[in-house]
T-cell receptor, first 112, second 109 residues
């Protein structure tokens, strides 16, 4: 069964550093998403991406965050100048249509 | 603020019994409702989705939706120890999912 692949599985970074989280969505999917889950808290929507542009973003997705689909297969989330409160599991998801998400296994980001 | 509410549990159910998980939501415009299972440290895994009022069955799982009461539930029949996990309710709102905090389900052998 096709999978959404995320790398790395765990990233430790120093506060103030930039990180790039990478995702390879399922190849025939059209919609791409980033969600995050702070330990013990709800899953939170960050951003959706369709037709090579952001379609929706949450209040969390401020100027610190950006997304790209640089080569037609990868889908990246960049966090500039990381803060302690950015520590969370970050999930990439893709779907061939609205909803019916397939989630990747996640990247655990730890900011120290 | 659009909300999805779930009882955090833990809900403890004997093996072989029916587990009943409940969820309420605030956005009357929501059309699609999802149940995900999440094991500790893992990503959410879709179990069922439902769009129409009434019941939808898939194997041991039944999702129930009542839009008038803004209520969606998940029944798990013949509960197994492997069903022990956190169950997340998610509701569509403006092309994004709003998530509940999850109910922790424990199936006792």
């Amino acid at each position: 069964e096709p999978e959404v692949t995320q790398t790395p599985s765990h990233q430790v970074t120093q506060m103030g550093q930039e990180v790039i989280l990478r995702c390879v969505p399922i190849s025939n999917h059209l919609y791409f998403y980033w969600y995050r889950q702070i330990l013990g808290q709800k899953v939170e929507f960050l951003v959706s991406f369709y037709n090579n542009e952001i379609s929706e973003k949450s209040e969390i997705f401020d100027d610190q965050f950006s997304v790209e689909r640089p080569d037609g297969s990868n889908f990246t989330l960049k966090i500039r100048s990381t803060k302690l409160e950015d520590s969370a599991m970050y999930f990439c998801a893709s779907t061939p249509r609205l909803y019916g998400y397939t989630f990747g296994s996640g990247t655990r980001l730890t900011v120290v | 603020q659009k909300e999805v509410e779930q009882n955090s549990g833990p809900l403890s159910v004997p093996e072989g019994a029916i587990a009943s998980l409940n969820c309420t939501y605030s956005d009357r415009g929501s059309q699609s409702f999802f149940w995900y299972r999440q094991y500790s440290g893992k990503s959410p895994e879709l179990i069922m989705f439902i769009y129409s009022n009434g019941d939808k069955e898939d194997g041991r799982f039944t999702a129930q939706l009542n839009k008038a009461s803004q209520y969606v539930s998940l029944l798990i029949r013949d509960s197994q120890p492997s069903d022990s996990a956190t169950y997340l309710c998610a509701v569509d709102s403006n092309y994004q999912l709003i998530w509940g905090a999850g109910t922790k389900l424990i199936i006792k052998p």
